[in-house]
């Protein structure tokens, strides 16, 4: 049985952990209350561009450069949306093993033919594909230390660009959708093409709009903004879904904390009893061996 000294060493280094998981706690809680009003402003807007595209994709003959989709695609681009720190429970490793698992299923033999391209958002996201011999063609470490729109409107202006010149046939992104503090959604979807399927409740199919100057010409500016709007929009799901795992995380491990201390503190006084019962009875032989 360990001595007094280490079980008092061991309970002082767990509330000193206690501590810190707490405080990481209110701090994740904290970002998460503004990180979900963010998600939720932005979701209708990303809905009704969408619903505008649609309509005016309806209106002309036309084809847009970005929605032109591709039979048989043989390069495809992948943006996989992780976290910079850890500490957030399964968030990416969960996510990590669903995209991988859809790739072996959707693009079977595309990574050993180099057909398929990654490009990852976060540390964490990163390190996992850059040593698992992905074509990584483009790291970005340390993005939500500072998470902005102009960020984001880089890197799908560079996807846009590299979509439209023919370089990549396809483009997908992965990301963990918000649902609740404790749950997330993994989303594999397809950012690039734009695709138009209709939906049965579309509110534009009963009103007849005239566009100005014409849908095709809105069609070539409106695009880029929903692709832009997508990718954000994606960012701040993931964003949302870090906190509030963390925020889980954290409650977890406080409440670990406790359990562990009670053990410990079960474990001392058993120790000390067994320390002071011990000392009795040298005492008593002791004054036995006297009177003897």
Known sequence: MANLREIRDRISSVKSTQQI??????????????????????????????????????????QNVFMKEVENPQNVLLIVIGSDRGLCGGFNSNLFRFVTDSLKERFPGFKENGK???ITIGRKAGDFFGKR????????????????????????????AAFKSGEYDSVYIAFNEFKSVIAQNRIFTKL????????????????????????????????PLHINM??????????????????????????????????????????RQAAITTELSEIVSGAEALNG
């Open 133 to 160: 011999d992905f074509k990584v063609v483009m790291k970005n470490n340390g993005f939500f230390d500072n998470l902005r729109f102009d960020r984001s409107a880089e890197i799908s202006a560079e996807v846009a």
């Open 21 to 62: 998981t707490k405080a990481m706690k209110m701090v994740a809680a904290a970002r998460l209350r503004k990180a979900q009003e963010n998600v939720l402003a932005t979701r209708p807007y990303v809905a009704g561009l969408q619903a505008v595209i649609e309509k005016l994709s309806s209106s002309t003959e036309s």
């Open 230 to 271: 997508q990718l954000w929009r994606a960012l701040l799901e993931s964003n949302a879904s870090e906190q509030g795992a963390r925020m889980a995380a954290m409650d977890n491990a406080t409440e670990n904390a406790k359990e562990i201390i009670g053990h410990l503190n079960l474990s001392y006084n058993k120790a």
């Open 116 to 118: 398929l391209s990654v």
């Open 192 to 223: 690039l093409p734009v695709s138009v399927d209709k939906t049965e409740e579309d509110s534009f199919d009963n009103i007849d709009y005239i566009f100005e100057p014409n849908p095709a010409q809105i069609l070539d500016n409106i695009i």
